[in-house]
Nanobody, 121 residues
Framework: QVQLVESGGGLVQPGGSLRLSCAAF????????MGWYRQAPGKQRELVAL???????NYAHSNKGRFTISRDNAKNTVYLQMNSLKPEDTAVYYC???????????????WGQGTQVTVSS
């Protein structure tokens, strides 16, 4: 019913920048909190940043000051601007969203397919 479609991942040198995008499509009444998570090989998935429907944000300690999360409510889209990237930022980045369905107004959580971010020289 709902899909999260990501774009913007790729290979970048240390100190470089990337901008990730994630748009929600399908049967949607509204989108509440949206966020980005990442998972490196052999490690558990971890929070990168969150943004609620009012634009309030939360960041992981490791990237606060380097990353910026934002959203366009009209497009049901969340963005992650990543600056001053480090090799340890290398991971698969996953979009996540809480979506309210029309009619029954039930909230469900959805994940994107993941997009690879590699920081290497």
């Amino acid at each position: 019913q709902v899909q999260l479609v990501e774009s913007g991942g790729g290979l970048v040198q240390p100190g470089g920048s990337l901008r990730l995008s994630c748009a929600a499509f399908g049967s949607i009444f509204s989108v509440n909190a949206m966020g980005w998570y990442r998972q490196a090989p052999g490690k558990q998935r971890e929070l990168v940043a969150l943004i609620d429907s009012g634009g309030n944000t939360n960041y992981a300690h490791s990237n606060k000051g380097r990353f910026t999360i934002s959203r366009d409510n009209a497009k049901n889209t969340v963005y992650l601007q990543m600056n001053s990237l480090k090799p340890e930022d290398t991971a698969v980045y996953y979009c996540n969203a809480d979506v309210i369905s029309p009619g029954d107004y039930v909230q469900l959580n959805y994940w994107g397919q993941g997009t690879q971010v590699t920081v290497s020289s």
